[in-house]
């Protein structure tokens, strides 16, 4: 098939490099523009489709909008079959979603209608969702609303964001090429009326780490956010973030560190801090923090 490709973050590397292992001609991937990177911030660095696509020699465009009548009559001169979009960032307008024969395909990082919108992992993680998985979507002007065609489901455990976003990136690059292999092997499927979530983009201010809280949500944070932006606490001043931890039958103050394992009492039960990270240092373990860097039993964090 004619494919434009449309995409901006890791996440959607997979699913252009399996269209192009599969022989499909896309003439042309979409993406978000440059944004300032590198060490010092002070370089425009593109984003990994852009690279990923550049790499396959494929054209790619990066157009702050979509709305403009020029970029629509851009976007239908490609003639495309069809349209693969996943994770791009900015809305279809409906000469968009009209233009190819076969609409766009959206790969959908949940089991919809849960997790409509921007972070469908994060918040399944936090939600304590045991399952989770990836649809493709015919997407139209609604959020996440269009008929699925086909679907992927895998067991959440004690998986990270990282980890489900690498295995859900995987799995929706395979069902995408099933699809469209034989599209009309799988049709279209209204989303049912009941079950709607949204997931709404993750906000600054959710990573910071609330030890009232119940150890087990705290725990679920610590994954959904790694490994970012990461959730957080703060001792002497300074930034710590919490990439791992396990759940201890251990009580005490909220807040209070019970040992000299940096086990931190919750609102119920208690969270031992396995991999940490101190602002502007590298990652480590527990123990390691601990010897650099003194957080006795009986702190309050």
Avoid at 99 to 118: E, F, I, K, T, Y
Avoid at 213 to 231: I, S, T
Avoid at 283 to 289: D, G, H, I, P
Wanted: one cysteine or more; hydrophobic letters at 45%.
């Amino acid at each position: 098939m004619r494919i434009i490709f449309m995409g901006t973050p890791g996440f959607a590397v997979p699913v252009l490099d399996a269209l192009a292992r599969a022989g499909h001609d896309i003439v042309a991937s979409y993406s978000q523009p440059p944004r300032p990177g590198g060490r010092r911030g002070r370089q425009l660095v593109p984003s990994p489709v852009q690279q990923a696509a550049e790499a396959l020699n494929i054209p790619v465009l990066t157009p702050v909008s979509l709305r403009h009548a020029e970029e629509q009559a851009r976007f239908a001169g490609f003639e495309a079959d069809v349209a693969v979009v996943a994770a791009y960032g900015l809305i279809l307008p409906p000469p968009i979603l009209a233009a190819p024969r076969l609409g766009c395909l959206n790969v959908h990082g949940s089991l919809l209608p849960r997790w409509r919108g921007a972070a469908p992992i994060h918040r399944a993680i936090l939600a304590g969702d045991a399952v989770t998985g990836v649809g493709i979507m015919q997407m139209e002007a609604g959020l996440d609303t269009g008929p699925v065609r086909l679907e992927g489901s895998t067991p959440i455990g004690r998986k990270t964001t990282g980890e489900l976003t690498d295995e859900l990136a995987v799995m929706g690059a395979e069902l995408m090429v099933r699809v469209l292999a034989d599209p009309d092997r799988y049709p279209v499927r209204p989303q049912p009326a009941e079950g709607v979530t949204y997931a709404a983009k993750i906000d600054k201010a959710e990573t910071r780490m609330d030890f009232t809280r119940e150890a087990v949500e705290l725990e679920r944070q610590v994954r959904a956010f790694h490994p970012a932006p990461g959730a957080w606490f703060e001792h002497q001043g300074e930034r710590i973030k919490l990439l791992s931890a396990d759940i201890e039958n251990a009580s005490g103050a909220p807040g209070e560190v019970l040992d000299d394992r940096l086990t931190i009492a919750c609102g119920t039960l208690a969270l031992r801090p396995l991999i940490v990270q101190r602002a502007g240092r590298g990652v480590s373990s527990a123990e390691e923090l601990l010897r650099g860097f003194a957080i006795p039993a009986g702190t309050r964090l």
